[in-house]
């Protein structure tokens, strides 16, 4: 691959990747790449163009060709463009997450989004957070991380970070949309959601994120991926 060191981020939904994988990346000045996002704006993109739910191929397409700008908000936040209008808080909806799962089940759309997510390797490295980092994307990826954390608690993560967006949001909904998804993302057939066989597994239950970002950085210093 390009030389460029990779930490590579799996886990399921709730498990802290996300902050994590953003801490780290502010913090060592690294690239960052969140394929979920790229798996949530396919299915937007999917939507957006009338494409039936079970179009592999037009999705594929869309996934290929679709223009993506991951930006900062004026308040600091993302700012995610998808052809050029603002679908931040769209692709953040958990509806949206769910029509990802989907859509990511589908080899033709994982091998549209291929190249470009390693195109994201550039100097002096990048974190890239996702499910299947590790197992296919980058598998030289010298630092692999498997965050998890128990079914409870990444439900109730996911309900704290979207019911600011959402008041409509449940936490019954959502501990059952979440559970529903994770059986998807862990039993399909291509790239399914499993720690490589070369990674550090973290279980993320209670432990602040400062922990864990601390614990990253000593596991990559232990790599000399930095002092
Ligand atoms: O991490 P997330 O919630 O944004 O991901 C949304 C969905 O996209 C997830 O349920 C499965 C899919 N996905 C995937 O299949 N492979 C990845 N590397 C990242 C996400």
Same mark, same amino acid.
């Given at each position: 691959m390009s030389g460029v060191p990779v930490v590579a981020i799996d886990g399921p939904s709730g498990s802290g990747k996300g902050t994590v994988c953003r801490v780290l990346a502010t913090r060592l000045g690294w690239h960052l790449l969140d394929s979920g996002a790229l798996y949530r704006l396919t299915a937007l993109a999917g939507r957006r163009a009338g494409l039936? !739910?079970?179009?592999r191929t037009g999705h594929a397409a869309l996934a290929g060709r679709m223009a993506v700008v991951f930006g900062v908000a004026p308040d600091g936040g993302e700012r995610i463009t998808l052809d050029g209008q603002d679908v931040t808080a769209l692709v953040r909806a958990e509806e949206t997450g769910q029509g990802a799962s989907k859509v990511a089940a589908w080899p033709e759309v994982r091998t549209a989004l291929m190249g470009r997510q390693r195109a994201f390797a550039e100097p002096p490295g990048l974190i890239a957070d996702g499910r299947?980092?590790?197992?296919?994307?980058?598998?030289?990826?010298p630092l692999k991380i498997f965050l998890t954390a128990s079914a409870e608690e990444r439900a109730l993560r996911r309900y704290k970070q979207l019911k600011d967006k959402d008041?409509?949001?449940?936490l019954a909904a959502l501990s059952r949309e979440i559970a529903e998804r994770d059986l998807r993302d862990s039993t399909r057939?291509?790239? !399914?959601l499993r720690p490589a066989s070369d990674a550090f597994v973290i279980d993320?239950?209670?432990?602040a994120v400062e922990a864990i970002v601390g614990r990253v950085i000593e596991l990559g210093r232990m790599r000399a991926l930095w002092r």
């Open positions: 039936g !739910p079970e179009d299947d980092m590790g197992t296919v994307v980058f598998t030289e990826a008041s409509a949001v449940s057939s291509v790239a !399914p993320s239950t209670g432990v």
